[in-house]
């Protein structure tokens, strides 16, 4: 896949969501219903309704299955549930998110924070509150919940197998303050517990780091398709050619054997909740 160019963030309304939007607004007009009565009908402000018809907002599939149902749309609302539901990553996500969520065997080394797939809401949202530049609210909003959703992998079944390799220094950094770091911490070791969790810490002590290239996930879909997803600083790439494919995983091996096993790990992190 080629790279994906980074949209600013605040350009919610682009692409699927516009073409949703105006779908959703015709069908509400043909049906002869305001906004208000629309809205009334399906448990949302006005607002909000005006939010999904100029694009602005990601509709919940729950509302998109009721407006189908609501305007007559014949399926034609249901069946962008799937795209809509991806507009809520950012643009340069939006691939690797589609393949995580299919997904039979991830591995992820994380080198800046804690993985999204297992981060709190409370890290989460501090996490989108550094960002720089700022996020609209409405954007932050609508970036954790589709974080958050990504966690669905964990209820997974069949479940996949998931493996972690987490830069100690990422566990050191107390991103939204102590309470919010001391529950992240807790949230690894109750994910670790997970028969097809893995967690690893890289310690900073170790005189030699295989990661130093950066953070990368590598992924293996259920058809046997090995693939790779690399990010810095928004820019993303999906690698799908077989030897980039096949250094990434070499890179993860010795990553793996550097770091602390799963069980010195999970004392490391009780170590460090312990300590303060």
Same mark, same amino acid.
């Given at each position: ?35 208000? $009565? ?27 299955? $009721?407006? @189908? ?14 795209? &809509? ?22 591995? &992820? ?26 996020? @609209? ?32 220094? &990422? ?74 494919? $096949? ?30």
């Amino acid at each position: 896949m080629d790279d994906a160019v980074r949209q600013p963030e605040h350009e919610v309304g682009g692409g699927m969501l516009c073409v949703f939007g105006r779908q959703l607004k015709l069908f509400r007009e043909r049906a002869g219903m305001d906004r208000a $009565r629309f809205g009334s009908l399906t448990g949302y402000s006005p607002s909000s309704i005006a939010s999904f018809e100029q694009g602005r907002r990601v509709p919940p599939p729950k509302f998109i299955d $009721r407006a @189908d149902e609501l305007l007559a749309a014949s399926g034609v609302l249901s069946a962008g549930k799937e795209e &809509v539901a991806r507009a809520q990553y950012p643009a340069f996500f939006r691939d690797a998110a589609r393949l995580e969520a299919e997904a039979a065997v991830l591995h &992820v080394y994380a080198t800046q924070a804690v993985p999204g797939l297992l981060q709190t809401e409370e890290y989460a949202r501090a996490v989108f509150d550094m960002w720089r530049p700022q996020l @609209d609210v409405e954007v932050s909003e609508q970036r954790l919940a589709a974080r958050l959703a990504r966690q669905g992998i964990f209820d997974r079944r069949p479940a996949p197998h998931l493996s972690f390799v987490i830069e100690e220094a &990422v566990l050191l950094r107390p991103l939204g303050g102590a309470l919010v770091w001391r529950g992240q911490l807790e949230q690894l070791l109750l994910i670790e517990e997970k028969r097809n969790v893995e967690i690893q810490v890289m310690p900073l002590s170790r005189p030699e780091n295989a990661g130093l290239a950066g953070p990368f996930t590598l992924m293996e879909m259920k058809d046997g398709r090995r693939i790779a997803y690399a990010e810095v600083q928004g820019d993303s790439r999906v690698h799908t050619e077989r030897q980039r494919v $096949r250094e990434l995983e070499r890179t993860y091996g010795t990553l793996r054997a550097q770091a602390h096993t799963p069980a010195e790990s999970r004392a490391l992190i009780e170590k460090l909740l312990g300590e303060r």
